[in-house]
Structure formats: C-alpha cells, structure tokens
C-alpha cells in the first residue's frame, strides 16, 4: 500500500473505530450464519476457509461500505487477488534477483493480478465517480469506510482523483485484512480444538459479559474478556505469522552506540519466533499458558495496557514496533475478538476422531501458516 493510504487507513482507523465497531459486530455475527453450516451434530467445518470468508466479508464493510460490502463478485476479487499475491511471492522468492525481472510477467499469478486490477477499476471507479458528484458537504452525510478516507486523504494533499490507484489500493488493503485476520483466527480456533479444557472457563466470561451488556457485543464488552485476549496472545506468541519482522534495508551506513557498523544495504529485522520463547525474557516459555497474559495485566494498570493482544513491545513484536507498527491491528483484535467469542458462546468444538495433536504449521522461508486443509469438528449448543 502507498504511503498515503497507509495515512488515510492510519488516521481513519484512528478515529472511527468506535463508530465502526457495531458494524464490525453485526458483519461477524451475519457472516458466522452464512459461513458456518447448521451443526445439529458433530459437524467437519474446514476452519482457515470459513474465517478467510469471514474475514473478507467483514473486512470489505468497513473498507468500501455498503455499496459493495455484501457484493459476492467484489468478495471473490479480494480472496484471488490475495492468493495470487501470495502465489507471486513464493514463485519470486524461489529465483534469483537477477531472474525475476526477466521471468515476471510470464507467470502465471502476474497475469492474473493485472485482470484483478482490471476487474476492481471496473466495479469501484463508478462508485467513487458517484461519490465525488455527490459533492457530499459535510463530514457527517459522508460514507464512513476506507474508500472515503483515502479519497479525503488525497484531496487534503492535493492529489489528483486517481481512482485507478485508488480501487488498487482497496485491493492491497483487503490482502493485508484477510490475510493476517484468517491466519490468527485460525491459530486459535486450532489451539481451542486440541485444547478443549480452556473452552468453559472462556465462554463463563462471555456469557457474563454479555449480562452485563444486556445481551450484546459491544466495544466495551471486548475490551472486559481478558481471559480471551489473553488466550489470543499466548496462541500469537506460540504461532506467530513468521519468523521475522520489521525488516529493513538501511539507506545508509549506520554506527550504533555500542560501536556496531551497519554498511548500507544491509537488511535488518526483528526476531519474531525466538524472543518469545527466550527464557530471559519470559518464563517457562515452552509451556502454553492460555491465561499468562490474563495475569500479567492484573500487576498494574501500566501492565493492563501493556499486555494486551493488540499492544506492541520489543518482546512481543508480531505487529510491529514504534511508529510503523501495523495500522490495522485494532480493527483485526476486535474482528478476531468479536468472532471467537460468538463461535465460543455457539458452539462446541474439538479435533476430528482419532486425532491427537494440534494441526501443525506450514512453513515456507520465513513465513508460517496455520493448515489450511484441516477440519475441525463443530456442534452447536
């Protein structure tokens, strides 16, 4: 995503959130109806497909509103241009440097992502030309999601309405949503499943809860499960999306207080998988402990905040850290918050008959995935 979308998704976020979160609840609750099936019995629910199409639905409501958020053709374009995107990738990453530029637009998920741009300019450049004729005056009566954002961030720096690059933009926002939001609801359903003694003493807390919010899902009602948000975490820390983060190449050379020489064009990142599993750093780190965070964040109110799932610290880096920490990790702590604690308040869960273990991850480079062909079994109480 360019720099000024990552602004207007940044800033957008910042200060809608709260009036997006009912949305954010209703499209979690209606996509769980549509995705998941009946559950009368014992029923195999293949769990990384269900939560990406959660994921795309919910994501493209607050990214490009009413107009398309229940659009079936624009919810099919996000799911493949995500896949080709992460086709390209893995294709790319297994040549060469030299190789790439020669080889790229013969393969096969380039050609296809140039007919996803095509397909995006043609359903969402006629909505933002219906919007900017509408000439809609005031902040209030302007449609609140991230297809108005970017055209009130671009207009605020002078920009041109490119909306060519603007729909490409939707496409690299939606990537970045289903993407990281599937994968971690995933991971946990998957640690819920092979961990099936946790489930009563998380669904006590949203049951109640939700007493205390006469019935509903709320942003404050989140924000009260911490024992979820500490199960999230500690499911994070033992799963994380890959082995590294925040990587960097250096513009420059840089010389560091203890007297390190950087040369320029070095790459640079953060240890994602070993921190947390460092002793010095936490203790029995080999050991899953769904409410290890849950604690932590009762010590203080400095510990309250600095524990939670969406926190970002040195230690615990899987979004990020400073000021380019992931922009969206809030709107995805709430999506994936607000989905567990409906699938866990609905329904049973645990590993298909005769399986014993916790699906294992794929890894490829430096990247790790949940096991996308796994079924899970569902029973809806």
Known sequence: MSPMGLRALKEGLAQNLGKLMPSII???????????????????VNVYDSTTLIAATVGSRIMTGPELGHNQDWIKLLLAYTKDVISCAIWLKGLPHVARITVLNFLPPVRRLRRHYATAHRMAIPIMEARKKACLGTKSTKPNDLMQWISDRAAAEGNTYDFKHQAQLQLSAGLASIWSTSKTCTHNLYDLAYRKEYIETLRQEIIEVLAEEDGHLTKQGLAKMKKLDSFMKESQRVNPAGFVT???????????????????????????????TNQSLISDPETFDPWRFYSLRSRSAEDGDRFQFTSTDVRYSHF????????????????????????????????????SKRPANWVYGLHAVPDPKVKVLFKRR
């Open 26 to 44: 209703d499209e979690v609750s209606y996509s769980l109806d549509k995705e998941l099936p009946p559950c009368k019995d014992w029923t195999p």
């Open 246 to 276: 925040w990587d960097r190449q250096t513009l420059r050379p840089l010389n560091l207080k203890d007297g390190t020489h950087i040369p320029k064009g070095t790459y640079l990142a953060l240890p994602v998988a070993d921190t947390p």
């Open 320 to 355: 990020g850290y400073g000021k380019h920490a992931c922009p969206g990790r809030f709107f995805a702590g709430q999506q994936i918050k607000a989905t567990l604690a409906l699938i866990i308040r609905d329904f049973d869960i645990k590993l298909q008959d005769g399986v």
